[in-house]
């Protein structure tokens, strides 16, 4: 007998025709109360291939348990509903996360919804650390779950507060922006934060003609050839190991398929893949242009996650990936098995001891000021 069975249980009464009550409990939960309501006088059987309960009380043989077994999507809908919980989910998530999750969306849009969530008293966050930690930094009073404790961006961990300091002597009157892809003990050593949506937005609107910015070179470079100023990177090379993977070799080889296609392009990406680009954008970025576009095919170069949001909001447009082995593993470590123990118990939490986050969330909330 599976011990640890969900079951959705109706109690009813043989005797008559409507429903005396109605409880979800687990099979455990279940024995423990049908023993403690009828003083042990209660046996359980299992009738079926562990879909129906039934109860046999001793002088209480009118009394049955019909149970039925409740999928892993029905288990984290009642967990949510009972724990007053949302799921926030990044584009890169698995297409079964993004089904049932309350918002799908870019770094900047999933910190933006975790900030004026009202209701909410926990946020899982299915997405990786650094992320997990800005909503942990912008929301102070509620629990932060990360469902995969393993789920690390490598580009954050990059870029450490010893680099930082050692640029800051070479060029001390520039200021420090960094993507949000940083951990928050480095974001509070920046000035200012910024996503891929509003990078040169943000680098525009410092007061400097030098700037320090990283983790990622290919953004830098990016944002250097938008603003004309001079980015300095720090690292030198530091780089997302799957947007790397995109190389302008391929695109050719699609557009011979599909001469018409937009090519949508992450500035995560190489410059030789921004130089080929008809669209450069962070991931909801790309959702937007893709549906105000008229074009029908689209190339898409950044992780293969967001085909799935894409094609659902667009049924009459084809989106193919500019490498179809363009995975970020760490995103892909959450699961709906993973999200659904997060949940249930309440792991794993995130927080920022409050010395680091107080710096951190100036930054984050310096960059959201900007309009
Ligand atoms: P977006 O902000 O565009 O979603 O990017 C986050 C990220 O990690 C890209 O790899
Ligand atoms: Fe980090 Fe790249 Fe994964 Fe984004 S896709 S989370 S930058 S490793």
Same mark, same amino acid.
């Given at each position: ?8 249980? *109706? ?12 409880? +979800? ?8 109360? @049908?023993?403690?309501?009828? *003083? ?31 999928? =892993? ?7 949510? #509903?009972?724990?007053?919980?949302? !799921? ?5 998530? #698995?297409?079964?996360?993004? +089904? ?15 900030? %004026? ?19 942990? !930094? ?36 520039a200021p420090v922006v960094l993507y949000?892809? @940083? ?11 910024c996503?891929?949506?509003?990078a040169?937005?943000?680098v ?7 700037v320090l910015f990283g983790p990622d070179h290919?953004l830098a470079e990016?944002v250097r050839?938008?603003?004309?100023k001079?980015i300095i990177p720090i690292? *030198? ?18 557009? =011979? ?5 937009? /090519? ?7 410059? &030789? ?6 669209? !450069?954008?962070? @991931?909801?970025?790309?959702? #937007? ?17 967001? !085909?799935?949001?894409?094609?659902? %909001? ?10 179809? +082995?363009? /995975? ?17 118990? &309440?792991?794993?939490?995130?927080? /920022? ?10 930054? =984050?909330?310096?960059?959201?000021? =900007?309009?």
């Amino acid at each position: 007998m599976n011990r640890n069975l969900v079951c959705r249980c *109706e109690l009813r009464r043989l005797d008559a025709t409507s429903q005396d009550d109605l409880v +979800d409990m687990t099979f455990v939960d279940l024995a423990q109360w @049908t023993a403690s309501a009828f *003083e042990n006088k209660a046996r359980l059987c299992f009738l079926g291939k562990g879909i129906y309960l039934s109860v046999r009380l001793e002088g209480f043989t009118n009394y049955v348990l019909k149970a039925k077994v409740m999928t =892993l999507v029905e288990k984290i809908d009642r967990l949510k #509903r009972d724990k007053k919980a949302i !799921i926030l989910a990044h584009n890169y998530q #698995r297409p079964e996360i993004q +089904d049932i999750a309350d918002y799908v969306g870019d770094s900047i849009g999933l910190s933006r919804r975790a900030m %004026e969530e009202k209701e909410a008293k926990i946020i899982v966050f299915s997405a990786v650390d650094f992320m997990a930690e800005s909503a942990a !930094i912008l929301n102070p009073d509620k629990k932060v779950l990360l469902p995969t404790l393993g789920a690390r961006c490598p580009m954050a961990q990059m870029l450490t507060v010893e680099q930082i300091k050692r640029w800051k002597v070479l060029y001390p009157l520039a200021p420090v922006v960094l993507y949000v892809n @940083t951990l928050a003990s480095v974001k509070a050593y920046c000035d200012v934060c910024c996503t891929s949506a509003n990078a040169v937005k943000v680098v525009n609107s410092v007061n400097a003609e030098t700037v320090l910015f990283g983790p990622d070179h290919n953004l830098a470079e990016y944002v250097r050839r938008k603003t004309g100023k001079t980015i300095i990177p720090i690292p *030198e090379r530091g780089f997302c190991p799957t947007h790397m993977l995109f190389q302008p070799e391929d695109v050719h080889v699609l557009k =011979l398929k599909y001469p018409d296609a937009i /090519v949508m392009v992450h500035p995560e990406c190489t410059v &030789e893949m921004q130089d080929i680009a008809d669209f !450069i954008g962070s @991931t909801s970025q790309m959702c #937007r242009h893709a549906k105000k576009s008229n074009a029908e095919t689209f190339i898409v170069a950044t992780e293969e996650g967001i !085909i799935h949001r894409l094609k659902k %909001e667009n049924p009459g447009k084809q989106f193919v990936s500019a490498y179809e +082995d363009a /995975v970020c593993p760490n995103m892909k470590l959450n699961t709906l098995e993973r999200l659904y123990t997060s949940l249930k118990e &309440e792991k794993y939490v995130i927080t /920022v001891p409050e010395p680091v986050a107080k710096k951190a969330r100036k930054a =984050l909330e310096k960059m959201f000021e =900007l309009k």
